[in-house]
């Protein structure tokens, strides 16, 4: 590639970066669900927190930053995919009053997708560029695990307005939500507060000291229940079992 090449196609990466960041505005409040940990739970709070703040009345959407491993439409079940209008727009797909969209509702199947960073990174800039929320109180967005790529791009995307970290249990996964703690401190986001999940018999629970030696505050424990594995396998929400992290998230914000 020529270096105009090279510069033309920066500034219009840029320009889109700015409008979707101009259309963005419209959106009270980007959360974003995090822990550099796989398997914690950051999808099922996400999914069942967007639906509980719905149930309080609020205007919410949901985008699934996972783009090469994109699940919580299973949560939501839906099945369909969503529409493009007039090729310049991606019209959320409604759920549960969460407008939805994800990398796996423009895409069918269960391919894998094989790409390196900057195509994960242009990726996750073009869907959002592409989706029509509209006006909206709360945008959750689901993050991948890791420190590197994706949630990189998101944060350097998408003015959030704050963090929620999912952590179970166990050492590994405490250890990985600090380091998720410490990337957004880096990037100088707030986090609203941190998340115990699969608390219980089988795995014991966090120490809620960890909340404070990350200065931030702790939300609350979550079971680890059959019940909400057998409804998330057949892609049923549980937003009253996550009403007390809607309610933390309102209170966070005075609203
Ligand atoms: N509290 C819980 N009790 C039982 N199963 C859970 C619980 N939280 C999550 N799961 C299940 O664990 C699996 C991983 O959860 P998921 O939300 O996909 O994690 P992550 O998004 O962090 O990778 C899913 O099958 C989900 O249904
Ligand atoms: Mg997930």
Request: charged share 25%; with cysteine; hydrophobic share 40%.
């Amino acid at each position: 590639m020529q270096d105009e090449e090279i510069y033309n196609s920066m500034r219009i990466l840029e320009a889109r970066l700015t409008k979707t960041k101009e259309k963005m505005q419209k959106i009270k409040h980007k959360i974003a669900v995090y822990s550099g940990k796989g398997g914690v739970g950051k999808t099922t709070v996400a999914a069942n927190t967007a639906a509980a703040l719905a149930n309080l009345g609020f205007s919410v959407g949901f985008f699934d930053a996972d783009i090469d491993c994109p699940n919580a439409h299973k949560l939501f079940g839906i099945d369909e995919l969503a529409r493009f209008e007039d090729n310049k727009t991606l019209k959320p797909v409604e759920k549960n009053n969460v407008k939805f969209i994800s990398m796996a509702l423009v895409q069918e199947g269960n391919n894998a997708i094989i790409w390196r960073g900057p195509m994960l990174a242009k990726a996750v800039n073009d869907l959002m560029f592409y989706s029509e929320w509209g006006d909206l109180d709360f945008l959750i967005i689901d993050m991948p695990p890791g420190t590197s790529d994706i949630p990189l791009t998101v944060m350097k995307s998408f003015d959030l307005s704050g963090f929620l970290l999912v952590t179970t249990p166990q050492q590994m996964a405490i250890n990985d939500m600090v380091r998720s703690a410490n990337m957004v401190s880096h990037m100088n986001f707030p986090v609203i507060g941190i998340i115990d999940n699969m608390c219980g018999d089988v795995f014991g629970c966090s120490d809620e000291k960890i909340a404070k030696e990350l200065d931030t505050k702790f939300i609350g424990h979550i079971k680890l229940s059959k019940m909400l594995r057998e409804k998330s396998d057949k892609g049923q929400l549980c937003p009253e079992e996550f009403k007390g992290i809607a309610k933390a998230i309102k209170n966070y914000y005075n609203i």
